[in-house]
């Protein structure tokens, strides 16, 4: 099973800031299936990027994905008000498809 | 609009078991492998377990923990998934959520990730 780890676990900044999240996994993703999620409280999770560094439809681009074999960045340009949320990385290149345990990003 | 919907959460007694189900509209529901993924209060996504499509026969994989206790299984004519749970714990109690993952539409196939979540169903396992 590939393990996940996220860091920082949470990250305070200011909106307009530039959010840098890391995502490491215990062994290479496969075809680089690694995908960032945005969860909000009370909301289902919303897919931002997959295969790394590809933006789901309607997703801003301020968000980007980059990295591959076992390191993984999710930057987020300019924080917008609608962006403090929780992150979490995933990959779905080899079956268990794991989730890493989560960035908080909150207002500063 | 592509959506998908669950049903089915509720209480249940530790030992017991429960079905969920997972309402898909909008898109080729046959050709999309199908995830349930669950939280706990204030804990982070687990994977629970998926189902591949037709072609792909229907083939299952689950989490260790879940494992001989949960199966997932498809109706393609009815565009539905489910969950079955058996022996439930208490440390099952979570909001469960089915996802789209990879599929094909005619010739062309994408694999995502997870782009279609639900709104989530509530399982609590308690006595």
């Known amino acids: 099973e590939i393990v996940l780890t996220q860091s920082p676990g949470t990250l305070s900044l200011s909106p307009g800031e530039r959010a840098t999240l890391s995502c490491r996994a215990s062994q290479s993703v496969s075809s680089n299936f690694l995908a960032w999620y945005q969860q909000k409280p009370g909301q289902a999770p919303r897919l931002l990027i997959y295969?790394?560094?590809s933006r789901a439809t309607g997703i801003p681009d301020r968000f980007s994905g980059s990295g591959s074999g076992t390191d993984f960045t999710l930057a987020i340009s300019r924080l917008a008000p609608e962006d403090f949320a929780v992150y979490y990385c995933q990959q779905y290149g080899s079956s268990p498809f794991t989730f890493g345990p989560g960035t908080k990003v909150d207002i500063k | 609009e592509v959506q998908l919907v669950e049903s089915g959460g509720g209480l249940v007694q530790p030992g017991g078991s429960l079905k969920l189900s997972c309402a898909a509209s909008?898109?080729?529901?046959?050709?999309?492998?199908m995830h349930w993924v669950r939280q706990a209060s204030g804990k982070g996504l687990e994977w629970v377990g998926r189902i591949r499509s037709k072609v792909n026969n229907y083939a299952t994989g689950y989490a260790a923990s879940m494992q001989g206790r949960f199966t997932i299984s498809r109706d393609d004519s009815k565009n539905m998934a489910y969950l079955q749970m058996n022996s439930l714990k208490t440390e099952d109690t979570a909001v469960y959520y089915c996802?789209?993952?990879?599929?094909?539409?005619?010739?062309?196939?994408?694999?995502?990730?997870?782009?279609?979540w639900g709104q989530g169903t509530t399982v609590t396992v308690s006595s």
């Open positions: 909008g898109f080729t529901f046959s050709g999309s492998a």
């Open positions: 996802t789209r993952g990879a599929g094909c539409n005619g010739g062309s196939c994408h694999n995502y990730g997870m782009d279609v």
């Open positions: 295969g790394a560094s």
